[in-house]
């Protein structure tokens, strides 16, 4: 399998979305795919331009099979983590502190994801259900069931009303949170849907599959609105929206993660230097100082790059093993990572540079 040339980068389809070479496309000031714009840097000079200087804070040991998710909660106190142990761990990303562990499904998890008041948390399993859980009490609120596989992947709506997840039947199914009642079933890929995720408004849902293809759904129709395709024989693994909506990021076994703009089926840009072609690597967004892609990869590191120009900005060393799960914090210069098999761990990592943002509280 060839890596990615980056070819389209410089594709020449006119969507208005490129104002600058074809070659390096700019995504606009006026379409950034940040909802909130971060405080006004410096004028760039040396110390500006060193980009981000994350260092290691804390490791955190407990889990006695591979990660598979590690996920900060919406208001930035907790960080919860699955693994293929059947648990849930609920931990202080300041202190490294375990404060509960989650009970009850009997096989694996593969994904979590947490309400938007962080007062409940979902979480997908080889068991074949999802659970809801209070995370205060650690006691599970909701136990859903309909899948006729594993369960893979799962996200919250922003209004906390709706639950989307996807299985290796291939269906996509979208959740009443409040009834713990399945409302839509997508038959939607014909291979493991392995990613999915409502925009800003909840009107869409993004899913990925291995079968190779990125899906747009309307969520209250269920209708497929847009199809979009790896190049070559890059197999998708990982979606989502950007936080404003506008895009969408996609990661590979071809080791390229790309930044598309979806209404013109368009890749904008393509990040690569890290490794993917084995695992279900996770990518995400990094907003509190500067703009990021983070991503974990099969050489036991985490890779960060400019938005905007493409360029590794810092590489995370530390961990043992393969790094198959990443996450930013909401409001602070904080990624969480975490390690599979001979590793196990997840690693707290903090920026304290006050170039590009708010320091990390000690």
């Not at 980068?9 to 995504?27: K, N």
């Not at 981000?52 to 099979?65: I, Q």
């Not at 690597?281 to 120009?309: H, M, P, R």
């Amino acid at each position: 399998m060839q890596p990615h040339d980056g070819t389209d980068d410089s594709s020449t389809e006119d969507d208005g979305a490129s104002q600058t070479t074809e070659d390096d496309p700019q995504i606009p000031e006026t379409q950034d795919p940040f909802p909130q714009p971060v405080a006004p840097q410096p004028i760039p000079g040396p110390s500006a331009r060193k980009g981000p200087h994350y260092e290691l804070k804390h490791t955190l040991r407990g889990h006695t099979k591979s990660i598979s998710s590690v996920k900060f909660s919406p208001d930035g106190t907790l960080l919860a983590s699955c693994a293929a142990d059947n648990v849930v761990k609920i931990w202080s990303p300041y202190t490294g502190e375990l404060i509960r562990n989650l009970n009850g499904h009997t096989k694996g998890l593969s994904d979590i994801a947490w309400s938007p008041d962080s007062v409940y948390l979902a979480s997908a399993s080889d068991d074949m259900t999802l659970r809801i859980w209070d995370v205060d009490s650690g006691l599970t609120s909701k136990t859903l069931k309909g899948h006729t596989s594993f369960v893979f992947c799962v996200n919250y709506n922003t209004a906390g009303t709706q639950l989307v997840s996807g299985g290796c039947d291939g269906d996509v199914r979208i959740w009443n949170t409040a009834k713990g009642k399945c409302i839509k079933t997508l038959n939607a890929h014909l291979d493991y849907v392995t990613a999915v995720h409502f925009n800003r408004d909840a009107s869409l849902i993004v899913s990925c599959s291995l079968d190779g293809l990125i899906r747009i759904w309307n969520t209250t129709s269920g209708q497929c609105l847009k199809t979009l395709a790896e190049g070559g024989n890059a197999i998708c693994q990982h979606v989502q929206f950007s936080p404003n909506s506008k895009y969408i990021l996609s990661t590979a076994h071809d080791s390229s993660i790309r930044l598309w703009d979806y209404h013109t089926s368009r890749c904008l840009k393509t990040y690569v230097g890290h490794q993917n072609t084995k695992y279900c690597i996770a990518a995400c967004f990094s907003v509190t100082g500067g703009k990021w892609i983070v991503s974990g990869s099969e050489d036991n590191k985490v890779y960060l790059w400019d938005l905007q120009s493409r360029v590794v900005v810092q590489v995370l060393e530390g961990h043992q093993d393969v790094v198959v799960a990443v996450a930013t914090h909401p409001d602070q210069n904080m990624i969480a990572s975490g390690s599979i098999e001979s590793d196990l761990t997840i690693r707290i990592w903090v920026d304290l540079s006050p170039v590009l943002g708010k320091a990390v509280p000690s």
